[in-house]
């Protein structure tokens, strides 16, 4: 029986096949380029869990939709699924779900396999990405600590168990888990982005500053959302020592320079340059230049947490696709979608707080604003990317007291 580079058992027997399903597994565990290598050895191979791989891979690109190359893949994984062993079968199943969008067979499904396999690591951390995008905070750090007994000599696990613990407001426990995954890897990205979690929220401003420039040499040859991500990060503490020049700088050099088609460059852009705007900066025209990457997203409203940042994009540049956006949004009333919710509680108030925001009605912007923020975790996004909405709604205040 062969078995992929966390002891759990594959039925590809093809080196090539192996090989690639190795890369993925690495690289969707530590944020490196080669787990694209996935896209091209599915096309030459009928391995099922190759194929299924590769679907899951396009599923989590974020494109507002269902990619067509994720159907492709999925059928591709059909036509071998029934000589797969029973974790593959399962995460075919996962790739349904997720072509499906059926969030909740996608808990129960990872919940299955993490109970028999709790060394499957890509079904852990695509269980978290799945808790964290609806703000299920303590679900994250409770599907990673069922395997921490079975794979606690991987430091992605200690990087996974530390960003849970940031989230769910345990910071020493956070440290603690970061820095174990650092020793065994010093390079593992999760681990100092949840260490960059902790010294921001810590207040401590210059440690968290000097970690990240010390180690931001290695980002390069990350996936362009770790790699911004991590800079977005180091901005944010030049902008807590008011060194906004130094943030303008990280913005135009590394923040907004790789994947502009991707979602989260896109929302990290966005969500930097209101920071910046609050903090003093001209931005110029970087607002028309991004929207003109976001104008695409004028129907994307797949995420509540995505699909704000890039209505306040649109709407900022003054572009028409913010008001269609806009009018999607509060299309979702009334709806039974899956993250129905946040759509009702957070979404559709937060939305029209937004554009109301900056068309300077103030006040209608301020009951908006009040109906949404006590529900934001709903939306899902770290503490740190949904403070966002808290320091604009803390300028929409103070504008109100200089009337």
């Known amino acids: 029986m062969t078995q992929d580079v966390l002891n759990n058992d594959i039925s590809a027997d093809q080196a090539s096949t192996i090989a690639g399903i190795n890369d993925f597994i690495l690289g969707y565990l530590g944020y490196d380029l080669r787990l694209v290598k996935i896209l091209e050895v599915a096309d030459q191979s009928e391995d099922c869990l190759a194929n299924t791989y590769a679907g899951l891979l396009w599923m989590l690109s974020e494109t507002g939709d269902v990619p067509s190359e994720a159907r492709r893949y999925h059928e591709r994984a059909a036509q071998s699924v029934t000589s797969a062993l029973p974790r593959e079968k399962l995460l075919f199943s996962v790739l349904e779900a997720s072509i499906g969008e059926d969030p909740e067979a996608i808990i129960r499904l990872t919940d299955c396999i993490l109970a028999q396999w709790p060394r499957d690591l890509v079904t852990l951390k695509l269980r978290q990405y799945h808790d964290f995008i609806r703000g299920r905070f303590e679900d994250m750090l409770a599907v990673a600590l069922r395997s921490e007994d079975a794979a606690g000599d991987v430091a992605a696990l200690h990087g996974m168990l530390a960003f849970a613990y940031e989230q769910c407001h345990d910071l020493p426990a956070a440290e603690r888990f970061a820095r174990t995954a650092l020793a065994m890897d010093p390079s593992e990205p999760w681990a100092q982005h949840a260490l960059a979690h902790v010294f921001l929220t810590q207040g401590r401003i210059d440690e968290g500053t000097a970690f990240l420039e010390e180690r931001s040499t290695g980002w390069k040859t990350l996936t362009s959302f770790m790699d911004t991500h991590l800079w977005w990060h180091l901005a944010l503490f030049y902008l807590a020592r008011n060194r906004v020049s130094d943030a303008v700088s990280v913005y135009d050099q590394h923040c907004w ?40 997203r004028q129907d994307d409203v797949s995420q509540p947490f995505l699909t704000l940042q890039y209505l306040y994009g649109l709407l900022r540049a003054h572009r028409p696709e913010g008001q269609h956006l806009l009018r999607r949004i509060e299309g979702l009333s009334g709806q039974n979608l899956p993250d129905q919710r946040a759509w009702d509680l957070v979404g559709i108030p937060l939305g029209r707080g937004l554009n109301a925001y900056l068309h300077n009605e103030n006040a209608s912007a301020l009951l908006s604003f009040n109906a949404a923020l006590p529900h934001l975790q709903d939306i899902g996004g770290s503490h740190a990317q949904r403070d966002l909405f808290i320091q604009i709604h803390q300028d929409l205040k103070r504008r109100m007291s200089q009337a």
Do not use: K
């Open 257 to 296: 320079t790789r994947e502009r088609s991707f979602s989260q460059d896109q929302v990290g852009a966005v969500s930097l340059l209101v920071r910046l705007e609050l903090a003093g900066a001209d931005v110029e025209d970087r607002w028309t230049d991004l929207a003109n990457w976001l104008a695409s």
